[in-house]
């Protein structure tokens, strides 16, 4: 026979579709448990004693007893053995507020209401929202009527261009960091077309806030490119280098910081140091599309996966000394380097998938470009004319 324990499990599966069917004007009351334990005839007559303890603890908990919560429903069964029995059948909650009590929901009850209210008269596009995220409502952990000031600043100003501490919203500073996630699930609802980076969990990147912004550090190769006052060595903000067309026909990224430092004049070419930041930086800033793309990374199983990465943005991208014939001649600074999963990488041509195949055979697979010698390198580079 069920316990009064177990009935009060099952119905806390209940909370979530009852608060659904509030929202939605449903009626979820009254509503039954009918699986409460079937007597069987030897139940009768082998443990009689035990089930009508188990009967009296049933009632002890029941509507009929304290006031509020199931009622016990019977039903007349016959035994061959023992004949009639009068046994309870199932359990049923009559009212909402026989559910609320027995469960002890009745508080967040009361500020579920108080939330949905407030939430649909200022934000009735949420009502969908709501339906999926009811719980979020039930809690006294959430100021909502702070969360709505920022949802309406960003419905009328969907793309700030401040700092998060700039906004003229009544919060302390803290709020938005402190709700984000919150704040990010209600925004993507009320201004899908105003998200900047669907793949971005920072708020102020994702949202057009101002940001501590990634640099990029760059050196101009050719001096008649140099910017004021023969500046040549500069690190800028990742917008700033996205909307400026540098005036170049040449981009060269290098991994390694030495090697992007010693770089030599090179005409109508500018370099970027390529571990001060990630990669996919890049993959939208369009005007790098018109410019030849080269890139000089170690010659190992990372180096070729960032190439194949860069490759997937810039199908132009060229490869500097990561051929076989580099690799060989200074095979003997090679080490032991990490090994990549991927066993094929699409993006690589004949010449480097076949060096990136004898990399991954071999044990001494990683050789740094910082060990290659100078003078080989500024050969290279003026051999390939770049």
């Known amino acids: 026979m069920i316990t009064p324990a177990e009935i009060r499990e099952q119905a806390l599966k209940w909370w979530k579709p009852f608060l659904v069917s509030y929202i939605n004007n449903e009626a979820f009351f009254p509503k039954q448990i009918d699986r409460i334990g079937k007597v069987k005839p030897g139940d009768i007559t082998g443990r009689f004693d035990l089930l009508q303890d188990e009967i009296k603890e049933l009632y002890a908990h029941s509507k009929?007893?304290?006031?509020?919560?199931?009622?016990?429903?019977?039903?007349?069964?016959?035994?061959?053995?023992?004949?009639?029995?009068?046994?309870?059948?199932?359990?049923?909650?009559?009212?909402?507020?026989?559910?609320l009590v027995f469960v002890g929901k009745r508080r967040e009850w009361v500020k579920f209401q108080e939330n949905y209210k407030l939430l649909?008269?200022?934000?009735?596009?949420?009502?969908?929202?709501?339906s999926n995220n009811v719980l979020l409502l039930c809690t006294s952990n959430i100021e909502w009527k702070d969360i709505i000031k920022v949802c309406i600043y960003f419905i009328e100003t969907p793309r700030p261009n401040l700092y998060i501490r700039q906004l003229p919203v009544q919060i302390h500073t803290?709020?938005?960091?402190?709700?984000?996630?919150?704040?990010?699930?209600?925004?993507?609802?009320?201004?899908?077309?105003?998200?900047?980076?669907?793949?971005?969990?920072?708020?102020?990147?994702?949202?057009?806030?101002?940001?501590d912004e990634p640099l990029i550090r760059i050196r101009i190769l050719d001096d008649t490119l140099a910017v004021y006052k023969n500046i040549t060595d500069l690190s800028?903000?990742?917008?700033?280098?996205?909307?400026?067309?540098?005036?170049?026909?040449?981009?060269?990224?290098t991994e390694n910081k030495m090697n992007f430092l010693t770089l030599p004049s090179i005409s109508e070419t500018i370099a970027i140091w390529g571990s001060g930041f990630k990669v996919s930086y890049l993959k939208d800033i369009s005007w790098l599309k018109q410019k030849a793309i080269y890139y000089w990374g170690d010659i190992d199983e990372h180096g070729f996966q960032i190439l194949?990465?860069?490759?997937?943005?810039?199908?132009?991208?060229?490869s500097l000394m990561m051929d076989k014939e580099t690799f060989e001649i200074h095979e003997g600074f090679a080490v032991r380097g990490e090994q990549n999963k991927a066993e094929k990488l699409s993006f690589l041509d004949a010449h480097e998938t076949e060096l990136y195949n004898l990399l991954k055979s071999r044990e001494r697979n990683r050789l740094e470009q910082e060990k290659i010698p100078q003078p080989y390198i500024e050969a290279r580079l003026k051999a390939t004319s770049i």
Not at 183 to 204: G, T
Request: aromatic share 12%; glycine share 2%; net charge neutral.
């Open 64 to 99: 009929s007893i304290v006031g509020t919560g199931y009622i016990v429903k019977t039903i007349d069964k016959n035994f061959r053995r023992s004949g009639s029995h009068q046994l309870p059948d199932v359990v049923e909650f009559e009212t909402a507020e026989d559910y």
């Open 120 to 130: 649909v008269d200022y934000l009735p596009k949420l009502k969908e929202w709501i």
């Open 174 to 211: 803290k709020f938005i960091e402190e709700n984000s996630s919150v704040l990010q699930s209600l925004l993507d609802n009320l201004i899908p077309n105003h998200i900047r980076n669907i793949e971005q969990n920072k708020f102020a990147e994702r949202y057009f806030l101002k940001h």
């Open 236 to 253: 800028i903000r990742l917008s700033d280098f996205e909307k400026n067309d540098w005036p170049c026909s040449r981009m060269l990224i």
């Open 308 to 318: 194949h990465q860069l490759r997937s943005y810039f199908p132009h991208t060229r």
